[in-house]
C-alpha cells in the first residue's frame, strides 16, 4: 500500500537560511509524488510534482525536491527561507500511477515558521 | 488565476442534522474530488466524480455522504445525519481532462463543526 511520512511535524529556520522538509514514502510501484503547501485560509496549492520524469523536480517560488528511489525519499528544499514561506507543506502519493479516478494519500504535514 | 471556491467557509451544525458543503469547481474541470481533514489527521480523500457518477470512494465515504452537480456548476457533498465524528475541514478539488489526480486544484476548504 501507498504511504508517505513527513518526519517532521514543525520546522522552524531564519529568513535567508535553508529549508529542508524530509519527506519518505513507501509504494509497491513507481510512485507519483507531489508536494502541496496551503496558506492560512488559503487551499491547497500544488508547489511541485515528480511523475517519472527527472529526478530532480522544480517547482513554484524556489522550492525543489529530488526523488530518491534507494532511499525512497521526496525531501523539499529551498535555498533561502522567506517570511512568505510559512505555510503548512503536505507531502502526496497518488495511488495510481497517474489517471482521473486516482486518490492522493497526504503526510501529515510539516509546519515551516520563518523567523525574521 | 482560476479558483475552486467553497461555501461556507466554517459550518456549525447539531448532531443529526443534515448539512450540505458547496463547492464551485474551476469552470472548464470535469473531475471532482472531496477530501477531509479532522484536526490533527492527515488529509484523506473521500470520493471522487466524474460524468455524473462517483468513480471512486473511500471506506469513509458510507451511506450517510453523497454527492452531487445539480446544476453544471456547483458540486455538493450531503452528509445525511452528522456524527460527532464528522467534524472536519472539508476540502473541494477539481481538475482538467487529462490531468486528473496530477493537477488538482483545491478550494480553502469548508470547517464543519458537529456539536
Known amino acids: 500500500a501507498q504511504s508517505v511520512t513527513q518526519l517532521d511535524s514543525h520546522v522552524s529556520v531564519s529568513e535567508g537560511t535553508p529549508v529542508l522538509l524530509r519527506c519518505n514514502y513507501s509504494?509497491?510501484?513507481?510512485?507519483?509524488l507531489f508536494w502541496y503547501v496551503q496558506h492560512p485560509n488559503k487551499g491547497l496549492q500544488l508547489l511541485l510534482k515528480y511523475t517519472s520524469a527527472a529526478t530532480l523536480v522544480k517547482g513554484i517560488n524556489g522550492f525543489e525536491a529530488e526523488f530518491k528511489k534507494s532511499e525512497t525519499s521526496f525531501h523539499l528544499t529551498k535555498p533561502s527561507a522567506h517570511m512568505s514561506d510559512a505555510a503548512e507543506y503536505f507531502c502526496v502519493v497518488s495511488l495510481y500511477g497517474s489517471g482521473n479516478t486516482g486518490k492522493l494519500i497526504f503526510g501529515q504535514g510539516t509546519t515551516l515558521q520563518v523567523k525574521p | 488565476e482560476p479558483e475552486v471556491t467553497q461555501t461556507p467557509s466554517h459550518q456549525v451544525t447539531q448532531m443529526g442534522q443534515e448539512v450540505i458543503l458547496r463547492c464551485v469547481p474551476i469552470s472548464n474541470h470535469l473531475y471532482f474530488y472531496w477530501y477531509r481533514q479532522i484536526l490533527g489527521q492527515k488529509v484523506e480523500f473521500l470520493v471522487s466524480f466524474y460524468n455524473n457518477e462517483i468513480s471512486e470512494k473511500s471506506e469513509i465515504f458510507d451511506d450517510q455522504f453523497s454527492v452531487e452537480r445539480p446544476d453544471g456548476s456547483n458540486f455538493t457533498l450531503k452528509i445525511r445525519s452528522t456524527k460527532l465524528e464528522d467534524s472536519a475541514m472539508y476540502f473541494c478539488a477539481s481538475s482538467y481532462p487529462g490531468q486528473g489526480v496530477e493537477k488538482l486544484f483545491f478550494g480553502s476548504g469548508t470547517q464543519l463543526s458537529v456539536l
Open positions: 509504494s509497491s510501484y513507481s510512485p507519483s
